[in-house]
């Protein structure tokens, strides 16, 4: 875990259950461990997020990738497909590599705790929404080809997804791709395939 001096006891709380789960899964650490990992006390935990459950769902909802690519597309596009394609995948990846033991926390325990599996969709879904609605503005700008723009943005998130889930970026199970030339190429064939 980081230093934990200019944290807040929340975000103490959060990163110390993230780092347990992820070594000995949700059901291998109790709310005791993670309140003494975090420096702080059991009661404290409960004051704060009322159950393990909560806690992880707020670790979810506070470090994936939602409200930092709704910003990216609120302020940081410039209507070219290459270069926004390109600037929306390098943020994916920052943001998904950074939270990758949070990510890999939500796939194996999605479906073993209630209602958990609608949280971890929040995101992806948020996403999908946002990207569709990117691609029928650069349609409407004569800038995309006439398409499904929700079939593309689809496409476009699990072809990422996929580079994510395979871990492109340590170099282990595919040695001769790099991730910044998986997302460079993907990005050039997604443009050739979508420009007018």
């Known amino acids: ?78 209507w070219d497909l290459q270069t926004d394609l390109l600037l929306i995948s390098r943020t994916y990846h920052e943001i998904m590599n ?26 992806p879904r948020q996403l999908l929404e946002i990207l569709t609605n990117y691609f029928m503005a650069m349609y409407e700008k004569g800038k995309l080809i006439r398409t499904d723009p929700e079939l593309q943005a689809l496409s476009f998130m699990m072809l990422n997804f996929g580079a994510f889930m395979n871990n492109l970026d340590s170099n282990d199970n595919f040695p001769t791709v790099s991730l910044e030339a998986f997302i460079m190429k993907s990005v050039q064939t997604f443009t050739r395939a979508l420009t007018p």
Do not use: C, W
């Open 1 to 78: 875990m980081s230093s934990s001096n200019n944290l807040s006891n929340d975000d103490k709380l959060l990163l110390a259950a993230i780092d347990l789960m992820a070594e000995k899964g949700y059901n291998g650490v109790s709310t005791q461990e993670i309140a003494t990992v975090a420096g702080l006390s059991e009661k404290t935990l409960f004051r704060r997020f009322g159950s393990k459950q909560n806690l992880l769902e707020t670790a979810f909802d506070r470090f994936h990738y939602a409200d930092e690519i709704t910003k990216l597309f609120n302020e940081k596009l410039v």
């Open 98 to 123: 950074r939270n990758r033991k949070m990510i890999m926390i939500s796939l194996k325990e999605e479906g073993n705790l209630p209602g958990f599996r609608e949280r971890t969709q929040k995101h």
